[in-house]
């Protein structure tokens, strides 16, 4: 029996005047994932991300956070998530420890316990007692994470979590994220425009464009989606002859010259016969590899190549 999904959108709709921001949107987040969230400038990410945690009222639909629906059960429903959507606001003047007492507060249950425990769980302990306008970006993103985690939630909304953060730093989240989700069960809805990132961190994506779901799935999908044919890189000399030999060949869709080689277009199936026609034609060959679809490849096939933000 499959597990019931943490958050389920059905039908989901949001108009602003006469524009819809959101349309019949419906999809489902399973548990236990890190589940990217991608779209274009405008395309309804943000929007969707404020009706799931209740900082905007959802027009038509429901949303559904542990089978609670946001809009008629929202007490029951927000408990289980933890959130930080734009930037984490938090008391410059404060150590980092004496904003998370202060969130504390306001969650009955919460014991210092449970703040040490998050404080290791995004490794701060050697700065946490420091200010936290002497953080850094990537601390204080780290600090409302621990502040968004003091209530053990089951599902973290992280609404562009890497905007300005180093290279280093967009490494030691991703890796972070992936430990929660690891250890703690916990899973994570993520929105960012940085596509590799996206890659590289999440399990399953969904792309929206106009506020329309263009599609969902697992990550390893996406990137291998597509037509039957594959881009192959074939390294081969002299190449001028292995393209003049590969051009004209039956079941070869495309060959484009590359700095590393020859860039051939078809079918897996051929590859046995492309070698064989190399070297009958004594070409010599150094390697052949599929060349892999990435998710930035898939995104602008289905956006039609809109700008992503």
Excluded: W
């Amino acid at each position: 029996m499959s597990q019931e999904p943490i958050v389920s959108l059905r039908g989901v709709t949001k108009k602003i005047g006469r524009a819809t921001i959101i349309d019949n949107l419906s999809f489902d987040v399973p548990q236990g994932e890190i589940f990217g969230f991608l779209g274009p400038n405008g395309a309804g990410k943000t929007t969707t991300i404020r009706m799931m945690v209740g900082l905007m009222s959802i027009g038509e639909g429901e949303i559904r956070i542990k089978g609670k629906n946001v809009k008629s059960e929202f007490e029951q429903a927000i408990r289980h998530v933890g959130a930080i959507v734009e930037n984490p606001e938090m008391y410059k003047f404060l150590s980092g420890y004496h904003n998370l007492i202060h969130f504390a507060r306001m969650i009955p249950g919460i014991s210092k316990q449970r703040i040490d425990e998050v404080v290791s769980l995004v490794k701060l302990e050697n700065r946490i007692h420091d200010k936290v306008g002497k953080y850094s970006l990537g601390m204080r993103q780290r600090l409302g994470v621990a502040q968004a985690l003091l209530h053990k939630p089951s599902l973290l909304i992280l609404d562009e979590p890497t905007n300005g953060l180093d290279p280093a730093g967009i490494r030691e989240l991703r890796d972070y994220l992936r430990q929660l989700t690891r250890r703690e069960g916990i899973t994570v809805i993520v929105s960012s425009h940085l596509l590799s990132e996206m890659e590289l961190m999440c399990d399953r994506v969904a792309i929206l464009n106009k506020g329309k779901l263009v599609d969902v799935k697992l990550i390893g999908d996406f990137i291998g989606a597509g037509d039957a044919s594959q881009t192959f890189l074939i390294e081969a000399l002299p190449s001028e002859r292995a393209l003049a030999a590969l051009s004209d060949m039956e079941g070869v869709g495309a060959v484009h010259r590359a700095p590393e080689g020859l860039e051939v277009t078809a079918e897996r199936d051929r590859i046995p016969e492309i070698v064989e026609r190399l070297v009958r034609n004594d070409i010599r060959i150094y390697g052949v590899r599929a060349r892999q679809q990435s998710l930035e490849d898939r995104f602008l096939e289905m956006t039609g190549g809109e700008q992503i933000g």
